[in-house]
C-alpha cells in the first residue's frame, strides 16, 4: 500500500469525508485563487501565499477524496508527500514545484518579507490555477463551471483561467 509509511509514521489517518468536506476545500481553493489575483498588484508575497493555500486545499481535497487526512505535525509536508504519492512520477515536476512553494511560503510567514517577485508571483499563481483545476478534474471528473480545457502539463508560464 502506498500511503503505508505515513500511516506508520503517525502523519495520515483514515478518514471518510463526506462529498460536501471535499467540495468546500476545492471552493477554498477556488476563493484563494481569486484572492491571489487580486493581491498580486499590491503584494507579490501575499498573492504568492495565498496562491500556495490554494494548492494546500486542492491537495487536501485530493486526499480526502482518497480516504484520508493529515494528523499531527509537519500537516503541509504530509500534504505534498501525499499529493507525490498519489499522483506518481508523471507528476513529479510539479509535486516538487509544490514543496518548493511550501517552504518559501514558510519564510514568508515565519521569516521575512519581499522575498517574492512579480514575475515569481505571476508563475505561482499560473501553477495553483492549472494545479487546481487539474485536481478537481481528478477528484470530481468534471470542471468547474467557470473554467474549461485541459492542459497537458500542469508545470508552465503564467496562464489566465
Same mark, same amino acid.
Do not use: C
Given at each position: 500500500?502506498?500511503?503505508?509509511?505515513?500511516?506508520?509514521?503517525?502523519?495520515?489517518?483514515?478518514?471518510?469525508?463526506?462529498?460536501?468536506?471535499?467540495?468546500?476545500?476545492?471552493?477554498?481553493?477556488?476563493?484563494?485563487?481569486?484572492?491571489?489575483?487580486?493581491?498580486?498588484?499590491?503584494?507579490?508575497?501575499? +498573492?504568492?501565499?495565498? /496562491?500556495?493555500? %490554494? *494548492?494546500?486545499? #486542492?491537495?487536501?481535497?485530493?486526499?480526502?477524496? !482518497?480516504?484520508?487526512?493529515?494528523?499531527?505535525?509537519?500537516?503541509?509536508?504530509?500534504?505534498?508527500?501525499?499529493?507525490?504519492?498519489?499522483?506518481?512520477?508523471?507528476?513529479?515536476?510539479?509535486?516538487?514545484?509544490?514543496?518548493?512553494?511550501?517552504?518559501?511560503?514558510?519564510?514568508?510567514?515565519?521569516?521575512?518579507?519581499?522575498?517574492? +517577485?512579480?514575475?515569481? /508571483?505571476?508563475? %505561482? *499563481?499560473?501553477? #495553483?490555477?492549472?494545479?487546481?483545476?487539474?485536481? !478537481?478534474?481528478?477528484?470530481?471528473?468534471?470542471?468547474?463551471?467557470?473554467?474549461?480545457?485541459?492542459?497537458?502539463?500542469?508545470?508552465?508560464?503564467?496562464?489566465?483561467?
Amino acid at each position: 500500500m502506498k500511503y503505508q509509511e505515513l500511516e506508520r509514521s503517525g502523519r495520515l489517518k483514515s478518514y471518510e469525508a463526506r462529498p460536501r468536506e471535499i467540495e468546500r476545500l476545492l471552493q477554498v481553493a477556488q476563493r484563494d485563487l481569486l484572492a491571489a489575483d487580486r493581491n498580486l498588484a499590491e503584494d507579490e508575497d501575499w +498573492s504568492y501565499s495565498m /496562491a500556495y493555500n %490554494a *494548492l494546500l486545499q #486542492a491537495a487536501r481535497a485530493l486526499m480526502f477524496s !482518497r480516504g484520508y487526512r493529515p494528523r499531527g505535525k509537519d500537516q503541509h509536508r504530509t500534504v505534498v508527500r501525499f499529493t507525490k504519492l498519489t499522483l506518481g512520477h508523471e507528476y513529479r515536476k510539479e509535486v516538487a514545484l509544490f514543496d518548493q512553494m511550501r517552504r518559501k511560503r514558510n519564510r514568508l510567514i515565519y521569516e521575512s518579507v519581499g522575498l517574492v +517577485s512579480q514575475q515569481e /508571483a505571476e508563475q %505561482a *499563481l499560473a501553477f #495553483a490555477r492549472k494545479f487546481v483545476k487539474k485536481t !478537481r478534474l481528478l477528484i470530481t471528473g468534471q470542471l468547474p463551471l467557470e473554467l474549461s480545457g485541459q492542459e497537458n502539463s500542469l508545470v508552465g508560464g503564467p496562464e489566465r483561467a
